[in-house]
């Protein structure tokens, strides 16, 4: 009987690679793609996502030869209709499945230990070579390198038709590994689990090529640490931060660009840019922005990690700039992506501030949130603001410090962290996304309490709160009606006011309580004159989306 291996995916949210629904990373395909390549029959590598394993009470009730669980959370953040699987899920799959051999890779390996687990190998390497060479009878725990992944990247990409959201998926696409920096942040785990290497541009587009076939048309370049420093041949340097090369990225977005306007792909996303290059190089960078703002989906993020604005905790976490750089680094991806497609800017940046570095004091928040405000009052745009508390990883400047924070910095940054929500969130939301924008092709992710909420399956695509229930898993275009902290409140398209309930015609921009229950009493409408006669004050741009 042939042996059959196992693949679980417990999702990773890494500070270079997100495995999060809708997105797959490429943790699963390069396993299966080693698997095969070593002589295992595709048949015999079956894929399943933590939320089968929950189903099934963490008990696996068929025999595999080993079991490769994928996870990882440095940093971890809130995902609407998914949740990562935690250290204690993990333990529990072992320990439940004792008759089960185990191996672990992703982030989480470095945490969880095989010391007191006699059934697991928990795997500092990267897990797709230990796949390889175990169906060869070989126990090795080593780095791979991108000779490899150019064989299993592509061989692996039909594993993804397993995943339960197929095909509405995003594949997580990586393009090197490692930081190109000669300093690293306190709290980097890239630098220390990973030496810098850069893969071939064919070999990118290669993978992609295959999973097109395979039926994937949404694909992230997120696993890197700075896109923009892809294949730097570090002629210069200034403060650290190499110079970048623009024609091999160049290459790349132009051959995605023209898949997407093929049809071949659906979303095309990018992810991590270092604001220390775009400081220091900001002609190059600005190129490579220009192609990637041309190339990318419109309503595309591209994420910048900031950390903090304090110069105290800048100094000494080694942060990539100061504020006076960060804010010119707003204003030069502003004035290349804020052009709007059908309503939308087509790149615009995300930031993340992290709480709990070294040197922090209660004066940080503050320091962060006036900055913000500067950013505010200047007209420049910020696409979304993820605040987070650090989780350090082992290794790091960060994880050796043992720093413990006081109660009276964390009720200072409880503090500013809900002014930013209040005050500098909302707010942009309500530049971007103004009333009357719509939202194509968002998927019904989950009902609560008379609730849908919809996303597009994009990255950092924002959440639409409509107050219709709907079916689950089903795609339709919304308009937005108005706007809450971090997400908006929207309508289904065509608005059908006749059948409209009246919670969701409460909602439209013109009409208050007493004129929602106006429009019920007078319907059915039979045009919309009459309905203007009961409801004059309603949104231009919401009338001209309503049918009678």
Not at 115 to 132: H, M
Request: net charge neutral; with cysteine.
């Amino acid at each position: 009987m042939s042996k059959k291996y196992l693949i679980i995916d417990s999702f990773v949210d890494e500070p270079a690679c997100l495995g999060v629904p809708p997105f797959i990373s490429p943790y699963p395909r390069y396993i299966s793609g080693a698997l095969i390549c070593a002589g295992v029959y595709q048949d015999n590598i079956k894929y399943i996502t933590i939320d089968s394993v929950r189903n099934n009470d963490y008990k696996i009730i068929e025999t595999y030869e080993i079991i490769f669980i994928i996870g990882g959370a440095i940093v971890p953040g809130k995902y609407l209709g998914s949740r990562i699987g935690t250290q204690t899920e993990i333990r529990k799959i072992i320990e439940e499945n004792k008759r089960l051999n185990f191996a672990l890779g992703g982030m989480i390996s470095q945490i969880i230990d095989d010391d007191n687990l006699s059934n697991l190998i928990s795997i500092k390497g990267d897990i797709e070579k230990f796949a390889y060479y175990y169906t060869k009878g070989e126990i090795t725990d080593s780095k791979r390198d991108y000779e490899d992944i150019a064989r299993w990247a592509p061989l692996g990409s039909s594993i993804v038709k397993e995943h339960p959201d197929y095909p509405d998926v995003i594949c997580e696409i990586e393009t090197s590994r490692g930081c190109p920096r000669t300093a690293h942040c306190s709290f980097c785990s890239e630098s220390i689990t990973n030496s810098l290497e850069f893969r071939e541009e064919d070999d990118i587009l290669n993978e992609i090529d295959e999973l097109i076939k395979d039926g994937v048309s949404r694909f992230r370049l997120g696993r890197q640490a700075d896109i923009l420093a892809y294949k730097t041949k570090f002629s210069e340097f200034r403060q650290g931060f190499p110079k970048p090369e623009i024609a091999p990225i160049k290459n790349i977005l132009t051959h995605l660009k023209a898949k997407r306007e093929s049809g071949q792909i659906k979303i095309l996303n990018i992810d991590n840019a270092n604001p220390g290059t775009i400081h220091n190089f900001p002609d190059e960078s600005s190129k490579i922005l220009e192609y990637i703002s041309d190339a990318v989906t419109p309503g595309e993020t591209l994420a910048l990690g900031i950390e903090s604005l304090d110069p105290n905790v800048i100094n000494m976490n080694n942060l990539k700039v100061n504020r006076d750089g960060f804010i010119n680094v707003i204003k030069i991806i502003n004035s290349i992506g804020s052009k709007r497609i059908e309503g939308i800017p087509c790149l615009l940046p995300g930031i993340n501030l992290i709480h709990g570095l070294l040197g922090e004091s209660t004066d940080t928040f503050k320091i962060n949130y006036q900055t913000l405000i500067e950013i505010k009052d200047s007209d420049l745009l910020i696409k979304r603001i993820n605040i987070r508390k650090a989780l350090p990883f082992p290794g790091t400047l960060l994880y050796k410090s043992n720093r413990v924070v006081s109660k009276k910095i964390i009720n200072r940054y409880e503090y500013y962290k809900e002014r930013i929500r209040k005050e500098i969130d909302n707010f942009m939301l309500k530049q971007i996304y103004p009333v009357g924008t719509i939202l194509k092709d968002t998927l019904v992710e989950d009902t609560r309490f008379d609730y849908s909420y919809a996303k597009q399956i994009a990255s950092y695509s924002i959440t639409a709160k409509i107050p219709v229930l709907l079916e689950k898993r089903k795609f339709l275009d919304v308009i937005v009606a108005g706007h809450r902290e971090r997400s908006v409140i929207a309508l289904p398209l065509p608005i059908s006011i006749n059948t409209l309930p009246e919670k969701a015609i409460d909602t439209i921009p013109g009409v208050d309580k007493r004129g929602a229950a106006n429009i019920i009493l007078n319907r059915p409408f039979k045009d919309i004159t009459h309905l203007k006669d009961i409801a004059p004050n309603i949104d231009k741009s919401i009338y001209k989306n309503i049918i009678i």
